[in-house]
DNA sequence: ATCCCGGATCGAATCGATTCGATCGAATCG
DNA sequence: CGATTCGATCGAATCGATTCGATCCGGGAT
């Protein structure tokens, strides 16, 4: 890689080559600045002599302040983060505003002990994606540095721009959906409480020290309508998990099967669904099933769920451009969105007994 | 952002308040070179009264020379690249080698026309990922900054560590076994041949022009077999596309129908095989159809594919080891991954007339 | 002929650290 | 007791650009 016989060309050297100053050869690269055609072509001709690829990124970052990179922090593994098509989405609306205008996303998946330190990492701003509180530590690391932050559906901090959703509401007016059917023993199936990702019923203990957030928004949602409503914590956003939590909660007496179960992604309702297909029961018909985020399953599975859009891309887009408000000095405005009950084929009346 | 009464620490700012040189200061917060133990906690005491962060990252990087950031370059948009569970796979195996050990993944989705300019972006090594032979401008720009380059499955380029797969001979493989099962009428589903993602018919002419490595490679393979086989190509990895193409296939007289469809993913696979359902074509009975990658379908298609597993996570793991290596100032060797022919259940012998 | 203006160029300061070689005092060794 | 060594610290150079203010020069206005 180093060769000493043939260094890396710099500006200087180019300019030197040119016979013009480094601040004249800067000018050639940065198009700031009157620059004679001549001296223009003379400096590009040295710089192709030379091979210079133009300025370093690294030194003009230094000086400019502004590195054009945006971290994006997620709490899961970098594979896990994108298996859920809702991430996807805000992906595409993050790309449409910030790849696309020439910022470079620099996928950060946190935990407590990975490599990653956020105090160390070359960026512009962060955005905070599906957090928890066990974040805290580190927003405060990257609010030293004086980093713009935008967070998607964090609990409030101070100094962090809110891009947010309806998550308890949401969750609220498909449980009431629910109610109205006719339906009483409902169960949920919950996105990770926490870091730990612990896959087991949910008890107030557990609740209580939950730090994910939108999963106790969603949790909080559904007990406005069901207060009693039990149920269990996956694993993750996977059919996988849902369908391990379907098993769970369906594979009981029929006296004691809830008759109705409030997933919280859609990949979990699939998963659930799964479930009762395989023990025989008949969805909607014997069971009801509300999923969460209203993404295409693209036949993951054969219903079309009854589930609460939520406008993922319209969120990847407001984050982006919050963080471009920041980085042009204005105070980006928080956003709320709203999602949509869209009713499918996958919410009936209870059995009649 | 920037409060001029009260302007972001600095390393300098630290060690005066501290009473200390700045290089002792840096020894402080690099961990090189032994420092008093009293030293350093007044220099740590002065740092949290500045509420100061740490070294700033771009300053360290342009000294150091490292940014700790490696590009993911990608030729398609944000998102569309991770909708294939295949890239997920790999990117599990990149954050193994890569994110685990700290380096920060930028994934930079490039276009010819993109607001993203690769000379601009700060990284110490690049992964070139199912790049089209477009890329070859920007291998040079990154080559002249003197990047580690690796290329995933993409045509050799001197300089450029190359993970590559048996993309043709794999291939073949599957392309044999339908012919030992008696196919004939065989008709080929391929990856977007160009930057252009045309979903159009194969011609010579097309194939032609095409620029996209691992389809044609793929092709490739399938000819060796079956020199005649014609078919389409999609306009991207998924389900949606390989169903649009099923039709275009299947939706003909009887007698003009392929027996045997290769699809060169799995995505695209289930695509058709949704098609041929619509269609009320018997899969395996009346159509056989092979995929690639060998990726978990999870409920996307009922049947077990009968496909081509490639060893994704593996891929990711070499290639971010051959970063590493690179970084290291090793030369990192190129590997060379095979597929396995997995016996599905979507593959029989032809109806018989 | 004088004055002024603006285009082109340059010098020097600066961004915020890291690191090499030098210095200095104290402890160790023969 | 002098020589040596080691640990702790510091000064100065360096990484590779950008940018501000100053300078120089030719031409149009007066």
């Not at 019923?201 to 957030?213: G, H, N, V």
């Not at 369906?250 to 997933?263: E, G, H, K």
Request: proline fraction near 8%.
């Amino acid at each position: 890689m180093s060769d000493p016989a043939n260094p890396r060309p710099t500006l200087a050297g180019v300019a030197a080559r040119a016979g013009v100053s480094a601040s004249t050869a800067s000018l050639v690269f940065s198009g700031a600045g009157p620059v004679a055609e001549a001296t223009r072509t003379r400096v590009l001709e040295a710089a192709a002599a030379l091979g210079y690829a133009g300025p370093d990124p690294t030194a003009r970052s230094l000086r400019r302040g502004r590195t054009g990179v945006i971290g994006v922090v997620t709490e899961d593994r970098l594979g896990d983060a994108f298996r859920d098509p809702i991430n996807l989405a805000l992906l595409d609306g993050l790309g449409e505003e910030l790849a696309d205008e020439g910022f470079g996303l620099l996928v950060l998946p946190w935990a407590p002990d990975s490599g990653v330190d956020l105090s160390a990492v070359p960026m512009d701003a962060a955005i905070l994606l599906g957090c928890s509180a066990d974040l805290a530590h580190s927003v405060e690391v990257l609010q030293r540095r004086r980093l713009p932050l935008v967070a998607i559906e964090a609990p409030p901090l101070a100094g962090v721009v809110a891009i947010d959703l309806d998550n308890a509401d949401a969750t609220r007016r498909g449980a009431e959906l629910l109610r109205e059917l006719g339906h009483r023993r409902v169960a949920l199936v919950t996105l990770p409480l926490d870091l730990g990702r612990t896959r087991a019923p949910l008890t107030p203990a557990r609740e209580q020290e939950a730090t994910a957030f939108t999963a106790m928004e969603r949790i909080r949602g559904a007990r406005a309508v069901f207060p009693d409503a039990g149920g269990v914590s996956a694993g993750g956003s996977t059919v996988a998990e849902g369908y391990l939590a379907g098993r769970a909660l369906l594979d009981v007496p029929p006296a004691d099967r809830p008759t109705a179960i409030v997933a919280q992604s859609d990949l979990l309702a699939a998963g659930v669904i799964r479930a009762a297909e395989e023990l025989g029961i008949a969805v909607p018909a014997e069971l009801s099933v509300l999923g969460f985020d209203g993404v295409r399953l693209d036949g993951i599975t054969p219903y079309a769920l009854t589930t609460l859009v939520q406008p993922a891309v319209e969120k990847g887009r407001a984050a982006g451009r919050a963080v471009r408000e920041a980085l042009a000095g204005r105070t980006p405005v928080p956003v709320s969105f709203a999602s949509e009950l869209r009713a499918g084929t996958t919410a009936a009346p209870p059995p009649t007994f």
